[in-house]
């Protein structure tokens, strides 16, 4: 089994930054990878970013640039730079294990003001 605690998020300011961060505990050696996703409300949970145990980052083409998805170890982070009012969400984290058990975090609020 695998927790994880989402923390960092808050309000901003349109082109502002924040940083995401994602504390993995339990079996944190199975996860083949880690990603974030997000849930505007009145709308599906959608991709965000992934990162693999070999360092492989691929990013939904709406944050390319902006953001930037980091591991290390047992905690796994999200910057966002240039921030738009459709960032906004709930940012949530999620780990994928070698046997493809996924686990997610219970998510923290990103607000976005214009």
């Known amino acids: 089994q695998v927790q994880l605690v989402e923390s960092g998020g808050g309000l901003v300011q349109a082109g502002g930054s924040l940083r995401l961060s994602c504390a993995a505990s339990g079996s944190i050696f199975s996860l083949n990878a880690m990603g974030w996703y997000r849930q505007a409300p009145g709308k599906q949970r959608e991709w965000v970013a992934t990162?693999?145990?070999?360092?492989v980052t691929v990013y939904a083409d709406s944050v390319k640039g902006r953001f930037t998805i980091s591991r290390d170890n047992a905690m796994l982070y999200l910057q966002m730079s240039s921030l738009k009012p459709e960032d906004t969400a709930v940012y949530y984290c999620?780990?994928?294990?070698?046997?493809?058990?996924?686990?997610w975090g219970r998510g923290t609020q990103v607000t976005v003001s214009s």
């Open positions: 999620k780990g994928l294990s070698r046997t493809t058990s996924t686990y």
């Open positions: 990162i693999t145990n070999a360092g």
